[in-house]
């Protein structure tokens, strides 16, 4: 009879089992700002119509967001009046049900001018937006010829990147996204330290 034991492993103590403690990592150090690597940037011709329609943008982003936010607000406190109306008839406060009545009236308007407010910044940025994007396009098109043609040996085609490095600049890493995010941010964070 031929009989095949398993190999005899031998047994494992609760030391071996249990997890050797790590020691404590020391938290990454965040370099000095003087530490990175500096950027060569330069603005070419395209990059001046280009910066003022996205600042347009952004200037119109700030002004729809916090316009929205603000509306928001006066729908929140029409119906916050609406409540306190129906509760100070029912208590017959007819003096005090009045007052609700007029934070109301006044906070519809308010809300009217926000709404009209915002509308006419989304059509500003809206418009601004249209003429930055060519212009944006070509700075991003003539920065990317001018480096490609600049490393060539001809002197011709670097002559030809020179002019192309003057059209668009350098590092011209500002677009319409950027521009709206930016604006609608700081269009918010406006709102809100008006609310306080």
Avoid: H
């Avoid at 965040?30 to 990175?36: F, K």
């Avoid at 280009?50 to 916090?66: C, D, I, P, R």
């Avoid at 677009?175 to 700081?186: H, I, T």
Wanted: net charge neutral.
């Amino acid at each position: 009879m031929n009989i095949k034991a398993a190999p005899i492993t031998p047994p494992v103590s609760v030391s071996q089992t249990q997890a050797q403690p790590k020691p404590a990592e020391v938290p990454a150090q965040p370099q000095p700002a003087e530490a990175a690597p500096e950027v060569n940037s330069k603005m070419g011709l395209l990059d001046y119509p280009k910066e003022a329609a996205l600042a347009v943008t952004k200037m119109a982003a700030k002004g729809q967001a916090k316009n929205i936010v603000e509306f928001a607000d006066d729908i929140q406190d029409i119906k916050t009046a609406g409540k306190d109306f129906v509760k100070d008839i029912k208590k017959g406060k007819v003096l005090s049900a009045l007052g609700e009545v007029g934070k109301m009236g006044y906070n519809a308007v308010s809300a009217n001018i926000n709404a009209m407010q915002a509308g006419l910044a989304g059509l500003a940025g809206g418009v601004s937006a249209v003429v930055a994007t060519p212009f944006v396009a070509l700075d991003y098109g003539a920065e990317a010829v001018g480096k490609a043609l600049d490393k060539k040996e001809s002197g011709l085609v670097t002559g030809v990147g020179k002019v192309f490095q003057f059209l668009g600049g350098e590092n011209s890493d500002k677009n319409v996204y950027d521009a709206v995010a930016e604006g609608q941010r700081e269009g918010i964070e406006t709102a809100l330290k008006n609310r306080e």
